[in-house]
């Protein structure tokens, strides 16, 4: 019986179509039926964005509520500095096993970045903030000359081993080409997040800044300086 009234209380599935438009072409348009947890995503590449004044326009007929995120992103060309918009990320670099930093990136770009090639490496992301925050989300993209070491496959051996990680931060995976974290809550302080990788590939590569962002309030976030990575 408490089902059926809670049942009862709960809105209209909803049933509607939804459209966005940029500069008057269609971007997508999907039908929301039902309670499934449908979605759309679309991207569209920086030089094919129309030039000058446009608008992006969402429109939905029918019966529901629509969620959406309209997201701009792009990366600056160069070796940019980092930024502090209400969070400070720094990246360092040890040798593994070890607690002594070979590199340091912050908010001032740097020079170039060497490293032996066939080596094992501690990257540890240290993250500051100065007010509480929630949902944050932690990016730190792998330069191409480096590879991630995952260490919950069997074949690694337990002899390496990165530093702990802050408890606080409870979500983290591994990709080919970067390392995603996540946090649903962080109170005013620093945070530390670690992660191994080899370096593999002889080289010189560009190894773009690390970022913590609010998931939802991305003009909160903090970027370290991009550096050229050198390994020999």
């Known amino acids: 019986m408490a089902l059926v009234d809670y049942t009862q209380r709960l809105p209209a599935p909803p049933n509607f179509k939804a459209t966005a438009q940029l500069a008057g072409d269609t971007l997508v348009s999907q039908a929301f039926q039902g309670n499934e947890r449908v979605s759309a995503e679309v991207s569209i590449p920086i030089a094919e964005l129309p ?3 446009s608008d992006l326009q969402l429109q939905k007929i029918g019966e529901g509520e629509l969620h959406y995120l309209a997201a ?12 502090l918009n209400g969070l400070r990320i720094t990246r360092q670099i040890y040798p593994a096993n070890q607690t002594e930093a070979l590199h340091r990136f912050g908010l001032e770009a740097t020079e170039e970045t060497s490293l032996p090639v066939g080596q094992v490496f501690d990257v540890g992301l240290e993250i500051i ?3 509480p925050v929630d949902h944050v989300i932690i990016t730190d993209p792998l330069p191409a000359g480096l590879e991630a070491v995952d260490t919950t496959f069997q074949t690694v051996t337990g002899a390496v081993q990165a530093q ?4 606080q931060i409870g979500y983290q995976q591994i990709y080919s080409d970067r390392i995603l974290a ?4 962080l109170d005013a302080g620093v945070y ?3 992660y191994l990788v080899r370096s593999v590939t ?3 590569f560009l190894w773009p800044g690390a970022i913590a962002r609010l998931q939802y309030a991305p003009e909160e976030f903090g970027r370290t300086t991009a550096a050229m990575l050198l390994v020999k």
Do not use: V
Not at 72 to 83: A, E, H, S
């Open 72 to 83: 701009y992103r792009y990366r600056l060309k160069g070796n940019p500095p980092g930024r």
């Open 182 to 185: 996540y946090s649903d809550h």
């Open 202 to 204: 002889p080289g010189t």
């Open 164 to 167: 702990a990680d802050s408890w």
């Open 129 to 131: 903030a100065d007010h």
């Open 192 to 194: 530390s997040l670690h």
């Open 51 to 53: 030039r000058g004044h």
